[in-house]
C-alpha cells in the first residue's frame, strides 16, 4: 500500500513539474488541475516554487489551483488578467439547470 501511496504522489509531482517548466519554456501561463488539500500540502513539501500563485487562496476553497507564470510577467499582471486563464476551467450552467 505504502509504495502505491509514493507512487501517486511522484506522479503528483512530476505533472506539476511538467506545468512548471513548461511556463518557462513556452513562456506561458500553465495551471495544475484542482489540487485537494493533501495534494497541496505534498507540493509545498517537495517542490521549489518560482513564479507561482495559488488560485482559491484567497477565497479559502478547499481546492485550489497551482498557476505558473513565465519570468517575463509578473504576479500582478498575471492576476489582472485571471478572468481570462480561469475562464478555460471554469463550467457554466445552462439557464434550466441553475437553480
Do not use: C, H
Amino acid at each position: 500500500m505504502k509504495n502505491k501511496i509514493e507512487n501517486s504522489e511522484e506522479v503528483l509531482l512530476a505533472k506539476v513539474e511538467d506545468k512548471k517548466r513548461l511556463a518557462n519554456t513556452k513562456n506561458k501561463i500553465t495551471y495544475s488541475d484542482f489540487l485537494n488539500e493533501k495534494e497541496q500540502l505534498i507540493i509545498k513539501k517537495n517542490m521549489n516554487l518560482k513564479n507561482y500563485f495559488w488560485f482559491g487562496e484567497k477565497e479559502n476553497l478547499d481546492r485550489k489551483v497551482l498557476i505558473f507564470y513565465p519570468e517575463k510577467l509578473d504576479e500582478e499582471i498575471v492576476k489582472r488578467n485571471l478572468e481570462d486563464i480561469i475562464s478555460v476551467i471554469r463550467i457554466i450552467l445552462p439557464a434550466d439547470m441553475k437553480r
